[in-house]
């Protein structure tokens, strides 16, 4: 069974760092690309950045909102993946959702999703 | 904008079929996905590209798109299917970055 968990949410105040953690089973971590999403109290689905396999080069691609302060890496031996954010802001602020990308019937999606890690970030 | 529009809010009777859109030019090159989230939880993949549908998903749930639209049918919606639903698709520019709708609140009456 695919499970993709996630921790290390909690609180913090603006312009300081947390760092995310994503622990994958039940499926060949290496071979995929992970998402992380978020979704701000009330509001809708932001997408926040990628990393792809080794296999593809390991890079990462990120939404403009994060980019320059969110950096995603992984670790394939432990089958987790990471999301340092930096220079944090209140808008940050949101529940962060770790995903699976697949490519499958011609098509990319992103099939399996954690139940999130809250962070919070206020004065 | 996030470059993918949807109705804030759709309602449908119990059993009747209701159709959700999603409206973008990045739905010309690339199928959108559906994601159904019920309060409290974490999304659910319902449809992806041409029309698929996850295992364990309902073949109540269904996926069309023409020109920029893409639309969520569900036939004979049930009380559980009220949540809120989501599309998301590939971004058209570099990077192969994804975008997310806004978001349709179903409520079944």
């Known amino acids: 069974e695919v499970q993709l968990v996630e921790s290390g949410g909690g609180f913090v105040h603006p312009g300081r760092s947390l760092r995310l953690s994503c622990t994958a089973s039940?499926?060949?971590?290496?071979?995929?690309?992970l998402n992380w999403v978020r979704q701000a109290p009330g509001k809708g689905l932001e997408w926040v950045g990628f990393i792809r396999s080794k296999a593809y080069g390991g890079t990462t691609e990120y939404a403009a909102s994060v980019k320059g302060r969110f950096t995603i890496s992984r670790d394939d031996s432990k089958s987790i993946v990471y999301l340092d954010m930096n220079s944090l802001k209140t808008e940050d602020t949101a529940l962060y959702y770790c995903?699976?990308?697949?490519?499958?019937?011609?098509?990319?999606?992103?099939?399996?999703w954690g139940q999130g890690t809250l962070v919070t970030v206020s004065p | 904008s996030s470059g993918l529009t949807q109705d804030p809010a759709v309602s449908v009777a119990l059993g009747q079929t209701v159709r959700i859109t999603c409206q973008g030019d990045?739905?010309?090159?690339?199928?959108a996905s559906w994601f159904q989230q019920r309060p409290g939880q974490a999304p659910v993949l319902v449809i992806y590209?041409?029309?698929n549908r996850p295992s364990g998903i309902p073949d109540r749930f269904s996926g069309s798109t023409s020109g920029d639209i893409a639309s969520l049918i569900i036939t004979g919606a049930q009380a559980e299917d009220e949540a809120d639903y989501y599309c998301n698709s590939r971004d058209t520019s570099g990077g192969f970055h994804w975008v997310f709708g806004g978001g349709t609140e179903l409520t079944v009456l």
């Open positions: 990045r739905l010309r090159s690339h199928y």
């Open positions: 590209g041409k029309n």
């Open positions: 039940g499926f060949t971590f290496s071979d995929y690309v």
């Open positions: 995903t699976r990308e697949v490519f499958d019937s011609g098509s990319y999606s992103l099939d399996y």
